[in-house]
């Protein structure tokens, strides 16, 4: 079955860095492009980037390029999200999804996000 | 404000038939496929229909999805209680060089 599993919820304040992770499992992890989506309390759902594992090639979201650093460990079949200094406006549900196709070589414009993880519910509040 | 359009909500009976609208541009829906998550309370989006209208394997044939130009639906026949759900259009968006979602329409069975 493939599966991504990511790690648990995180309590922390303001100006703290933090890294959650995405582990692959089930699949070649390696071969295919892991997305990350963010939503925040109530509201819908916003791409933030993406990551080939194989290559650690990486692509942001406008959005978001500066604002967070999307990371890869194939030798652990993990992909990573990190933020360097923690805002309250970070709170929010972050999710992996494995996208279906070559993001580079077939493009984006028929692909698809399948399977997500279970999300990682981050908190900054002081 | 989200790039496609969904009406916030929609409500309908059990065993009834209801359709979810997703309104976008040329740079997105009408040049590029169409998928659709739900979102069931507390959960994680699960893809529901990728390329406008195709159903991933377990999905029940009581969804649909279609497309005409800049404009995509999503129909639910059939309706059960466990349908209550957030359900998201997605598309890629060439001019943005980003995935976009609708902003989510939450479905009511009454």
């Known amino acids: 079955e493939v599966q991504l599993v990511q790690s648990g919820a995180e309590v922390k304040k303001p100006g703290e860095s933090l890294k959650i992770s995405c582990k692959g499992s089930g699949y070649s992890f390696t071969s295919y492009w892991i997305g990350w989506v963010r939503q925040m309390p109530g509201k819908g759902l916003e791409w933030m980037g993406i990551i080939y594992p194989g290559d650690s090639d990486t692509r942001y979201s406008p959005s978001f390029q500066g604002q967070v650093t999307i990371s890869a460990d194939k030798s652990i079949s993990t992909a990573y999200l990190q933020w360097s200094s923690l805002k309250a406006s970070d709170t929010a549900m972050y999710y992996c999804?494995?996208?279906?196709?070559?993001?580079?070589?077939?493009?984006?414009?028929?692909?698809?996000?399948?399977?997500w993880g279970q999300g990682t519910l981050v908190t900054v509040s002081s | 404000q989200s790039v496609l359009t969904q009406p916030p909500s929609v409500s309908e009976a059990p065993r009834q038939r209801v359709t979810i609208s997703c309104s976008g541009s040329?740079?997105?829906?009408?040049?590029?496929?169409v998928n659709w998550y739900q979102q069931l309370p507390g959960k994680a989006p699960k893809l529901l229909i990728y390329?406008?209208?195709l159903l991933p394997s377990g999905v029940s044939d009581r969804f649909s999805g279609s497309k005409s130009g800049t404009s995509a639906s999503l129909a639910i026949s059939g309706l059960q209680s466990e349908d209550e759900a957030d359900y998201y259009c997605a598309a890629w968006d060439d001019s943005l060089n980003v995935w976009v979602f609708g902003g989510g329409t939450k479905l009511t069975v009454l």
């Open positions: 999804a494995r996208h279906s196709g070559d993001f580079i070589a077939e493009g984006p414009g028929t692909s698809w996000f399948d399977p």
């Open positions: 040329s740079s997105n829906i009408g040049n590029n496929a």
């Open positions: 390329y406008d209208d």
